[in-house]
């Protein structure tokens, strides 16, 4: 979703905008635009489309030792050049940068803006010229600032310039992330740590309804109301090179291929010297403690969710319920006595997690977040975090932090039985090794799934997939992968609810995959799949060595059967991503699709 750089300091402030909303471009973005500070004032470049174009017309030789920059992805106002920003006051004294939504924007021009000029469409404009607004009314520009965010309803990270002071920008947040980078004699705000990397590994944090102003070489930290805060610096552990393509042609493939190691390097991460799990204590009296787990997730980290709902049933007999955050957030179930909330999520940023963790924060429930990006909100305000050491995820459609999250569920479920006395035989860790070989194997047979894409899903308008117990699970997120980066009109069902209705739409040639690695549905889910092929669908089977038979597409060795999901995972993402490549699709940037999703 949008994305905001801001720098101030000794060098051309052009470069370092344009390589981090380059870095930002996998988040999502429909226009992009800069604007430098220079002694007439500020310049503004904004274009619809893509940050080559802006380049382009950036074209030459531009100067400015401060400027901001944004790519912007359309909630109020359809992409345009003019609803493009950074966007600026009527009489363009300033000039700003938002991400996030002002729910009462109308209210807002209506009470104090009724005669100022508007340019765009978009809520953001009103954020500016309210700056102006009480700026004319006398007050410095960092009252004013402050006195414009504390009207704002809703979610907000803001980057503000101010023409009569080239040597300070400022930054606001509420929801939205934001944080400022350190440098020596240089300093830079952005939305994302990686973002910034040019320029530093220092972070500080900006937390909600606070405003910093940031020059050159000082940062100071304000509540709205004007009381200083103190807060230090972090050092971010991430290397710029995990941001790079490398060899690959597509982000995706690259992250497909990590996965051996990103669930070796878990082992490695969550493991003692003695082989033990390595876990805070608190996480363990917190698991032990609670009588029902809650996850709450979106999309893809959804799907993690639901297979950590087994695990955690299956190895430690603890009752768990997994809900779409966007709606427990507006429509909360009756809860047990002691819930512990597990939030998963790739980026630690999703807006509807993060509803529901302010809420259940406030009812004083435990929190425990599962996440790729340590430091994320998530990761702030819940009480206990674990990271799932997937590195950067680049590419929109989520692969490789999807099988670390349910790694982390099947450690975090092992954990959770031996905090019970449990004995369970099930060693997460022996398991997930064997895991990590089986998928190296199918990452060397991308052939095999190129061949299926091919064959199955070159031009076909919709596909289906079936799949019973937890291979019902992962079917939805194999028809997630596939409509999300080839437009494929596709869903998941439960092999036995396909003939319940939407057997209907099964039409001679429609491709239906059925996963079934579950020995005890192995035999319901292919006599569900004879029964759409029966009426001309053409099917295709991933089964494992356990499960079959003569005929299947993709037979993949035998795993834990409770951790089948994340060995089914790849062959699903290689169709999924071999499917876009033949249909000359943007495989890392689909259409309409932001990789951290901060507004509900
Ligand atoms: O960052 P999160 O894991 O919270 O994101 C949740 C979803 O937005 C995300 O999984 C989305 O569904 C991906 N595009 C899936 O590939």
Not at 307 to 312: F, H, P, S
Not at 405 to 426: P, R, T, Y
Not at 427 to 451: N, P, R, W
Not at 453 to 461: G, I, N, Q, S
Request: include cysteine.
């Amino acid at each position: 979703m949008c994305g905001i750089v801001g720098y101030i300091g000794h060098k051309q402030a052009k470069d370092t905008l344009i390589k981090g909303l380059e870095v930002l471009e996998y988040r999502g973005y429909d226009s992009a635009g800069i604007a430098l500070a220079t002694k007439n004032g500020a310049k503004l470049y904004k274009e619809k489309g893509r940050i080559a174009s802006l380049k382009e017309a950036i074209n030459g030789d531009v100067s400015g030792m401060t400027g901001i920059g944004h790519t912007r992805w359309a909630t109020h106002g359809k992409p345009s050049k003019a609803n493009a920003h950074p966007h600026q006051s009527q009489n363009k004294r300033f000039t700003l940068v938002h991400n996030g939504v002002v729910d009462n924007y109308q209210q807002l021009k209506r009470d104090y803006l009724p005669d100022k000029h508007f340019a765009s469409d978009t809520d953001s404009e009103v954020i500016v010229q309210l700056v102006e607004y009480f700026s004319e009314k006398g007050k410095s520009t960092d009252e004013a600032f402050r006195q414009t965010l504390s009207l704002l309803h809703g979610s907000y990270a803001i980057v503000l310039m101010d023409n009569e002071n080239a040597d300070a920008i400022y930054a606001g947040k509420n929801k939205s992330p934001l944080l400022i980078g350190t440098g020596s004699g240089e300093n830079v705000v952005a939305s994302d740590t990686m973002a910034m990397l040019t320029v530093t590994k220092e972070f500080i944090e900006i937390h909600d309804e606070e405003a910093a102003v940031v020059t050159n070489d000082d940062v100071q930290l304000k509540k709205l109301d004007g009381t200083l805060v103190h807060r230090e610096s972090f050092q971010a552990e991430i290397d710029e090179a995990d941001t790079e393509k490398g060899t690959y042609s597509h982000f995706m493939l690259k992250e497909i291929d990590e996965q051996p190691a990103v669930i070796r390097n878990i082992i490695q991460e969550y493991q003692n010297k003695d082989g033990n799990i390595k876990l805070e204590k608190d996480i363990r009296t917190a698991l032990e403690e609670t009588d029902r787990i809650y996850i709450m997730a979106a999309g893809t980290s959804y799907h993690a969710g639901l297979i950590g709902k087994e695990l955690l049933e299956k190895v430690a007999k603890k009752p768990t319920e997994v809900h779409i955050a966007s709606e427990f957030l507006y429509d909360e179930p009756m809860l047990s006595e002691n819930p512990l909330f597990v939030f998963i999520s790739q980026s630690g940023e999703t807006a509807d997690c993060r509803g529901v963790l302010v809420r259940v924060k406030k009812q004083g429930y435990r929190t425990l977040t599962v996440t790729n990006v340590p430091g994320s909100t998530l990761s702030r305000e819940a009480d206990f975090t674990l990271h799932t050491h997937a590195g950067p995820e680049i590419a929109v459609a989520s692969t490789k932090a999807y099988t670390a999250q349910m790694s982390v569920l099947a450690i975090l479920a092992m954990d959770c039985a031996h905090a019970q006395g449990m004995n369970s035989d099930f060693d997460a860790m022996k398991e997930l090794g064997l895991v990590a070989s089986v998928m190296d194997t199918i990452c060397d047979q991308k052939d095999i799934m190129e061949q299926v894409a091919r064959d199955y899903m070159a031009d076909t308008r919709n596909c289906f997939f079936i799949g019973r117990s937890l291979d019902y699970h992962v079917v939805l997120e194999g028809a997630l992968k596939l409509k999300e980066i080839s437009y494929v009109q596709a869903e998941g069902f439960a092999g036995g609810e396909l003939k319940h209705g939407t057997i209907a739409l099964i039409e001679e040639g429609t491709p239906v995959v059925a996963v079934t690695t579950q020995p005890h549905v192995n035999r319901n889910t292919r006599s569900n799949a004879q029964e759409v092929m029966a009426r001309g669908a053409n099917a295709c089977f991933i089964s494992t060595e356990e499960t079959r038979e003569e005929g299947d597409q993709i037979v993949l060795p035998t795993v834990h059967r409770l951790l089948t999901p994340l060995i089914t995972a790849l062959p699903l993402q290689l169709i999924a991503y071999y499917a876009a490549m033949h249909r000359g699709c943007d495989v890392d940037k689909p259409r309409n699709l932001a990789k951290s999703v901060t507004v509900e």
